[in-house]
């Protein structure tokens, strides 16, 4: 297992601007200097369009480049051939810039729909989509995993995240069944898997065929239980810091390594600690968080 970071973690999310962020470059030489192996891509365009130019950037750090999010809307079949060549766009740059075989990591489109965004990290049975919505969401993954596929080679994983549709164990599991296990694979986000009401650890053990990448991200109790209880949308729980650093949530890190280890996987583990432009102090955040993985023997 190697050990990457994003630049989420610095606030470069797909749903915000990055005007306020860092500059690129100075998050490159804070993932490098703080101790990781790798990156994901980021939003598109944020390190360029250059696949040549992202990839000296990442040679003269000695950075990977593991993977990229991309979020797409999924709900409507009238516009998944847009999610298509968004997903595909993203893939060709990935491909072309590392050689590593990184993986495209597809979710709905996030803090979209303002019902689910309302309600993210308390949604219920009855929040549900119908079945057919469903089939259609599954045909939709399947159609970007495939075009992905022929067109770059590289594999699709399908990222569970809270304010979309497909945030709770049920709605993984809906998804799941309607795709195919060798062409979409999972990607365990243990922070929205958390606040989505799941349990991590299930997850892995439940679908650790399917898990071919994983981000590290913890959530805080406190500020999880105020937000249910206060009813907060998403952006204001991420706002009062739900996603917290590794080891100061409900995450158990610990017991995650040991059944990854065990599973003997051997892909990435992406460390995330999503804030908004401008919040925390990344480069500080992401030392603690890589000394805690260290000390977990990651």
């Not at 996030?110 to 993210?120: G, H, N, S």
């Not at 709605?171 to 929205?192: N, W, Y």
């Not at 805080?220 to 937000?227: F, P, T």
Request: proline share 5%; hydrophobic share 40%; charged share 20%.
């Amino acid at each position: 297992m190697r050990v990457a970071n994003a630049p989420c973690s610095w606030g470069v999310l797909e749903f915000e601007s990055t005007a306020s962020a860092p500059s690129p470059i100075e998050v490159l030489d804070e993932i490098a200097a703080t101790g990781y192996a790798g990156t994901e891509l980021g939003d598109w365009g944020f390190f360029g369009t250059d696949p040549a130019r992202i990839r000296s950037n990442l040679i003269r750090r000695e950075l990977a480049l593991v993977g990229a999010f991309v979020a797409v809307p999924l709900t409507d079949p009238a516009i998944h051939d847009t999610g298509v060549d968004t997903a595909v766009r993203t893939a060709r740059l990935l491909a072309a810039a590392s050689d590593l075989g990184p993986l495209l990591v597809l979710s709905d489109a996030t803090a979209a729909d303002p019902a689910r965004t309302a309600k993210a990290g308390r949604i219920t049975v009855d929040d549900r989509l119908p079945p057919n919505d469903w089939d259609a969401i599954g045909r939709g993954v399947e159609g970007i995993a495939r075009a992905v596929a022929d067109a770059t080679g590289l594999r699709t994983v399908f990222h569970p995240h809270c304010a979309t549709y497909v945030e709770t164990p049920d709605e993984i599991a809906a998804l799941m069944q309607r795709t195919s296990p060798e062409l979409v694979g999972l990607c365990l986000d243990t922070g929205h898997a958390t606040y989505g009401g799941g349990d991590p650890l299930s997850l892995l053990k439940q679908y650790r065929d399917r898990i071919w990448h994983v981000h590290f991200k913890d959530c805080s109790r406190e500020i999880a239980s105020r937000a249910r209880a206060e009813r907060w949308d998403y952006l204001t729980a991420i706002r009062h810091g739900l996603f917290c650093e590794l080891g100061r949530g409900s995450v158990d890190f610990a017991s995650l390594f040991d059944q990854l280890n065990a599973s003997h996987y051997d892909g990435w583990i992406v460390v995330e600690q999503d804030v908004l432009p401008s919040m925390g102090t990344p480069a500080a955040s992401a030392m603690r968080n890589r000394r805690f993985l260290r000390g977990l023997g990651v």
